[in-house]
T-cell receptor, first 112, second 116 residues
Framework: DAGITQSPRHKVTETGTPVTLRCHQTENHRYMYWYRQDPGHGLRLIHYSYGVKDTDKGEVSDGYSVSRSKTEDFLLTLESATSSQTSVYFC???????????FGPGTRLTVT | AQTVTQSQPEMSVQEAETVTLSCTYDTSESDYYLFWYKQPPSRQMILVIRQEAYKQQNATENRFSVNFQKAAKSFSLKISDSQLGDAAMYFCAYRSAWGGTYKYIFGTGTRLKVLA
């Protein structure tokens, strides 16, 4: 299995509070991704990174920011959590070529 | 923009039988990757199979095989000799082969039930 961890694995927070999710990899892959998974929507890309300090937006980036100061860590921040951000969040990594993408175990976030 | 469509929200198959999950996609690109991922109740996303668009031959991994029809933009997954452990959500995904952005686009998934 690819070496990807996510922390925390579960979190309950209140509306309006900031939340940071961490993704850590030991594979030295260049590309890292944050997705959210909601029933009926599959996986939707929030942000991704193509190198240290190089990030770009995905299709559902509003309300989220990311940072990548080291190859191995990719942080996802909800500046002010809302109930619509209750979801399961997945981190993924990829070497680029070949095209496989490997996923972390996911974080279940509940915003009350 | 590319899109991926899985039109079967749920399917059922008897144990030991064969089932085919459908996936269609839309793209103007000529070179790309297609994937099937499995998500069991544990929630872990597991890569099942990968197909490179420039390869004519359909990919196969043990009991899993694909029917890749590039002109029709169709990428179906066939599971032979279905087992109880195959019960899961299955996601089809697309990624460009070039361009450097390497974004993945996922379908909405098909829930597969395996009946004993």
């Amino acid at each position: 299995d690819a070496g990807i961890t996510q922390s925390p694995r579960h979190k309950v927070t209140e509306t309006g509070t900031p939340v940071t999710l961490r993704c850590h990899q030991t594979e030295n892959h260049r590309y890292m991704y944050w997705y959210r998974q909601d029933p009926g929507h599959g996986l939707r890309l929030i942000h991704y990174s193509y190198g240290v300090k190089d990030t770009d937006k995905g299709e559902v980036s509003d309300g989220y920011s990311v940072s990548r100061s080291k190859t191995e860590d990719f942080l996802l921040t909800l500046e002010s959590a809302t109930s619509s951000q209750t979801s399961v969040y997945f981190c993924a990594i990829s070497p680029g070529t070949p095209g496989e993408q490997y996923f972390g175990p996911g974080t279940r976030l509940t915003v009350t | 923009a590319q899109t991926v469509t899985q039109s079967q929200p749920e399917m059922s198959v008897q144990e030991a039988e064969t089932v085919t999950l459908s996936c269609t996609y839309d793209t103007s690109e000529s070179d790309y990757y297609l994937f099937w991922y499995k998500q069991p109740p544990s929630r872990q996303m597991i890569l099942v199979i990968r197909q490179e668009a420039y390869k004519q031959q359909n990919a196969t991994e043990n009991r899993f095989s694909v029917n890749f029809q590039k002109a029709a933009k169709s990428f179906s997954l066939k599971i032979s000799d279905s087992q109880l452990g195959d019960a899961a959500m299955y996601f089809c995904a697309y990624r460009s082969a070039w361009g450097g952005t390497y974004k993945y686009i996922f379908g909405t998934g098909t829930r597969l039930k395996v009946l004993a």
